[in-house]
């Protein structure tokens, strides 16, 4: 099979995370034949012009073609940047895009890359996401998009839109999984030691740094060590004892900081990490159940359904059978119901 061409735009003042980033998933991706070591994905980085561009970090790039000698292309990325924002470089970009467009098989944007995406009017009427940061200007600024703030990536047609930064490589793992297939991607978000499917499927930001930039004292590393550590002793003696507290000043302090009980912290954490172990094929609901920490699979199914307003074999099947997008939407309607999700 011949690599599919990915074509990255790179500029003066891009976010150098949201081209490398999505760059090196691709580039890491094998094609899934038995034995094979060959590319899945042909990576190049086309410039405005044959010059090198620098990054906002300062990070030096030199493109490997340019807008007027691309090759034809099977996947357009447009990184974010704030160059992409100043107004001669947007018209060059735009105006490319929305004449590769017809030729072009998928069309990615990263973060701010929305910019270079949304004048060509290709995008109009459809559901969208960037940066949290930036959503509500692009929407201010392009009133037909459909800006949806929550999401890590979203999927409408043949247009993929993605939040802040890292989030290009959790779209890059989605891309690699359509075209190549799960075991493909698994092994690339090994290799990059990422989630293949973050947790809770499409929220903005993780758990654990909402929760981290809340107490910034030991409690916040009690809060991560809880989140890496499900199965582990996790009773109010364990955790005040990491703490250096006594249990009962642990327990007060913990719901001051967080606005939760320990043990409501903990029991959400792991159905947390329950729910993204639920896509992972082939492992039953009691591994998972006491990988997580519960003491069996009844007291797990419980307390799943407690809080997703659904079973753990349902919520299964619906996200495997819909995978990124419509987990989204799915995550609304808990909302619309009253489901707790934190």
Same mark, same amino acid.
């Given at each position: 099979m011949v690599p599919r061409r990915i074509g990255i735009l790179g500029f003066e003042q891009v976010n150098a995370l949201d081209l490398a980033g999505p760059a090196e998933a691709f580039a890491t991706a094998r094609q899934p034949e038995s034995g094979s070591r060959k590319n899945g994905y042909e990576v190049i980085v086309i410039g405005l012009c044959g #010059? #090198?561009? %620098? $990054?906002? @970090?300062g990070v030096v790039f030199h493109p490997n073609s340019t807008l007027k000698k691309a090759p034809r292309l099977d996947t357009i990325l447009i990184p974010g940047g704030r160059g992409l924002r100043? !107004?001669?470089? +947007? *018209? *060059?970009? @735009? +105006?490319?895009l929305r004449k590769r467009a017809a030729q072009t098989r998928r069309i990615v944007s990263v973060c701010t890359g929305i910019y270079g995406l949304a004048p060509t009017g290709l995008l109009d009427g459809r559901r969208v996401t960037t940066h949290w940061r930036f959503a509500a200007d692009v929407a201010k600024r392009f009133p037909r998009l459909r800006v949806e703030a929550n999401a890590i990536f979203l999927k409408d047609d043949k247009f993929y839109t993605s !939040?802040?930064?890292t989030a290009g490589i959790d779209l890059a793992l989605a891309l690699i999984e359509e075209d190549l297939g799960q075991a493909v991607a698994l092994a690339v978000a090994r290799e990059l030691v990422v989630y293949l499917k973050r947790p809770g499927g499409q929220e903005q930001y993780s758990e654990p740094l909402r929760f981290q930039t809340q107490a910034c004292d030991r409690l916040a590393e009690v809060a991560t060590w809880i989140t890496n550590?499900?199965?582990? &002793?996790? $009773?109010?003696?364990?955790?005040?004892? /990491? !703490?250096?507290? $006594?249990?009962?000043?642990?327990? /007060? =302090?913990?719901k001051d900081a967080f606005g939760q009980s320990p043990g409501s912290f %903990?029991? &959400? =954490? =792991?159905? &947390?990490?329950? #729910? =993204?172990r639920l896509g992972i094929a082939n492992v039953s609901l009691e591994t998972i159940a006491g990988s997580v920490g519960f003491r069996s699979a009844d007291a797990f199914r419980r307390a799943f359904q407690h809080r997703f307003r659904i079973t753990p074999g349902k919520y299964r099947r619906r996200f495997q059978r819909t995978g990124h997008e419509r987990s989204t939407r799915f995550s609304q309607t808990i909302k619309r119901k009253g489901g707790r999700r934190k």
């Open positions: #010059r #090198r561009f %620098v $990054s906002e @970090s100043e !107004a001669a470089l +947007n *018209a *060059a970009v @735009s +105006n490319w !939040a802040g930064v550590h499900p199965n582990r &002793d996790l $009773s109010i003696a364990e955790l005040a004892q /990491r !703490a250096c507290l $006594s249990p009962r000043h642990f327990v /007060r =302090r913990f %903990v029991q &959400d =954490r =792991r159905l &947390d990490e329950a #729910r =993204r």
